[in-house]
């Protein structure tokens, strides 16, 4: 069955950096495209970030372009999202999202950005 998991979440002080990862399997990941989401309490699901299959499309949210980079490698069916200059609003549960209909979620990885 597909799997998502998400990992690399933690805590870390504004200005800082992190590394999310999100491993694939039960599906041909380098057929489909990726979204990395995240959720704050009491906020909508926002989009944060869009790679496609191979890698040379992707596209980011106005408010963390520039300081975040989406990524892939399809030989570990795994897509990252390195995020440095990490501001506190960035708080959030960050969620990878991929398939037909982009119907499969991970369970998510928490982030909090404070000092």
């Known amino acids: 069955q597909v799997q998502l998991v998400e990992s690399g979440g933690g805590l870390v002080q504004p200005g800082g950096s992190l590394r999310l990862s999100c491993a694939a399997s039960?599906?041909?990941?380098?057929?489909?495209?990726m979204r990395w989401y995240r959720q704050a309490p009491g906020k909508e699901r926002e989009l944060v970030a869009f790679?496609?299959?191979?890698?040379?499309?992707?596209t980011y949210a106005d408010n963390v372009k520039g300081r975040f980079t989406i990524f892939r490698d399809n030989a570990k069916n795994t897509v990252y999202l390195q995020m440095n200059s990490l501001k506190p609003e960035d708080t959030a549960v960050y969620l990878c999202?991929?398939?037909?209909?982009?119907?499969?979620w991970g369970q998510g990885t928490q982030v909090t950005v404070s000092s």
């Open positions: 039960g599906f041909t990941f380098r057929s489909y495209a």
């Open positions: 790679i496609g299959s191979t890698g040379g499309s992707t």
């Open positions: 999202n991929t398939g037909p209909t982009w119907k499969y």
